[in-house]
């Protein structure tokens, strides 16, 4: 039997490797190199091994490291690198999370908002600085593909009612129409271990260091969510998923439909807690739940694709209380519709 400390080792340079070839390849190079980098040195590998196990992940290594001055060379210059500063980073991610407030993801959710009657009272569960508690407050731009691989028809641009905002959100939609309005938001809050102030200049510029470092055009959509966000603070609470969720509810203004919805975050808490999550939000016959989460975050999620014989291949599964509606892109730049029974 091998010792727990090897395995673990033989874990992280898996995941490393996996992280190298199924998530950063094709969309970060630099990611890429630095992950397959990892993956074999063991030096750092035991370095990472000193962490709580939720602190060795890829994206919290690389972010603290670039936010800390390292770069985005090579492998070799991001190693010698953490290896002076080690003490720094170890701090960092200590102290940080990984936060990704991607407003893109509400081209995604739109599709399914619009078709709940408002007026609305958005919840986000992981809400971070609260960028996705504002659909209302971007435009669009959608492009309809019949089916994969079929030419998209012109793109259809879709904008709040005072005009253009500053931030453009792309999405290409398959088996799904163009929605026709934007939603009526009367009231949003979120909440999250650790929410972020986006009028703090540091913890915005954290955010800006957690998107990957060869997407600039999704750095500058944050900013520009960010300053949207920041004219209009939303009401953040710090607060586990399970412990807090009720008593925002329990603030919904009358007369408004409340939509607790979440991206990217169940991921991150385990099986029992996840289960727990999910049974709370469909006792609650008074709210209407979205989540786009990754296809084996909840069972019956991959259940549902199974039957659907569809295969997510790196994609969100957005549902809708429950029932899987759509495969989407992790940023908000696809929703390919599923399906219903």
Same mark, same amino acid.
């Given at each position: 039997?091998?010792?727990?400390?090897?395995?673990?080792?033989?874990?992280?340079?898996?995941? %490393?490797?996996?992280?190298?070839?199924?998530?950063?390849?094709?969309?970060?190079?630099? =990611?890429?190199?630095?992950?397959?980098?990892? /993956?074999?040195?063991?030096?750092? +590998?035991?370095?990472? &091994?000193?962490?709580?196990?939720?602190?060795?992940?890829?994206?919290? &290594?690389?972010?603290?490291?670039?936010?800390?001055?390292?770069?985005?060379?090579?492998?070799?210059?991001?190693?010698? *690198?953490?290896?002076?500063?080690?003490?720094?980073? !170890?701090?960092?991610?200590?102290?940080? /999370?990984?936060?990704?407030?991607?407003?893109?993801?509400?081209?995604?959710?739109?599709?399914?908002?619009?078709?709940?009657?408002?007026?609305?009272?958005? +919840?986000?569960?992981?809400?971070?600085? #609260?960028?996705?508690? %504002?659909?209302?407050?971007?435009?669009?731009?959608?492009?309809?593909?019949?089916?994969?691989?079929?030419?998209?028809?012109?793109?259809?641009?879709?904008?709040? /009612? %005072?005009?253009?905002?500053?931030?453009?959100?792309?999405?290409?939609?398959?088996?799904?129409?163009?929605?026709?309005?934007?939603?009526?938001?009367?009231?949003?809050? #979120?909440?999250?271990?650790?929410?972020?102030?986006?009028? $703090?200049?540091?913890?915005?510029?954290?955010?800006?260091? &957690?998107? *990957?470092?060869?997407?600039?055009?999704?750095?500058?959509?944050?900013?520009?969510?960010?300053?949207?966000?920041?004219?209009?603070?939303?009401?953040?609470?710090?607060? $586990?998923?399970?412990?807090?969720?009720?008593?925002?509810?329990?603030?919904?203004?009358?007369?408004?439909?409340?939509?607790?919805?979440?991206? @990217?975050?169940?991921? =991150?808490?385990?099986?029992?807690? !996840?289960?727990?999550?999910?049974?709370?939000?469909?006792?609650?016959?008074?709210?209407?739940?979205?989540?786009?989460?990754? @296809?084996?975050?909840?069972?019956?999620?991959?259940?549902?694709?199974?039957?659907?014989?569809?295969? /997510? $291949?790196?994609?969100?599964?957005?549902?809708?209380?429950?029932?899987?509606?759509?495969?989407?892109?992790?940023?908000?730049?696809?929703?390919?519709?599923?399906?219903?029974?």
């Amino acid at each position: 039997m091998q010792p727990m400390t090897e395995l673990e080792a033989e874990t992280l340079r898996d995941y %490393y490797g996996k992280f190298s070839r199924l998530e950063a390849a094709g969309t970060s190079p630099i =990611y890429t190199s630095w992950a397959e980098g990892v /993956a074999t040195d063991d030096e750092v +590998i035991a370095l990472l &091994l000193e962490l709580p196990r939720p602190k060795r992940q890829a994206n919290l &290594l690389f972010a603290a490291a670039r936010h800390l001055g390292a770069g985005e060379g090579s492998y070799a210059d991001l190693r010698t *690198w953490l290896l002076e500063h080690w003490n720094d980073v !170890r701090e960092l991610v200590l102290a940080r /999370a990984t936060q990704t407030n991607e407003a893109g993801r509400c081209a995604t959710l739109l599709p399914a908002l619009t078709r709940i009657p408002g007026p609305l009272a958005l +919840i986000e569960v992981g809400a971070s600085a #609260g960028l996705c508690l %504002y659909p209302d407050r971007y435009s669009y731009r959608f492009t309809v593909t019949e089916a994969a691989g079929a030419e998209p028809e012109q793109p259809t641009t879709l904008d709040p /009612a %005072y005009g253009p905002s500053p931030v453009l959100l792309d999405c290409e939609l398959t088996n799904a129409s163009v929605p026709e309005h934007l939603p009526e938001v009367a009231w949003r809050a #979120g909440l999250d271990l650790n929410p972020l102030d986006i009028t $703090d200049a540091d913890q915005r510029e954290w955010l800006t260091s &957690l998107v *990957w470092p060869e997407h600039e055009s999704r750095r500058e959509r944050l900013l520009a969510a960010a300053s949207i966000a920041a004219a209009d603070p939303p009401h953040l609470v710090r607060g $586990d998923l399970l412990d807090t969720v009720e008593s925002l509810l329990a603030e919904v203004p009358d007369g408004t439909q409340a939509v607790v919805f979440h991206s @990217a975050v169940l991921a =991150y808490v385990d099986a029992e807690a !996840r289960a727990r999550f999910a049974s709370l939000m469909q006792s609650r016959d008074d709210i209407v739940w979205i989540s786009n989460e990754g @296809a084996g975050v909840l069972p019956e999620t991959s259940a549902q694709l199974e039957k659907f014989g569809v295969e /997510a $291949d790196g994609r969100f599964v957005l549902s809708v209380d429950g029932q899987a509606v759509a495969l989407t892109g992790p940023h908000g730049q696809s929703f390919t519709g599923l399906p219903q029974p």
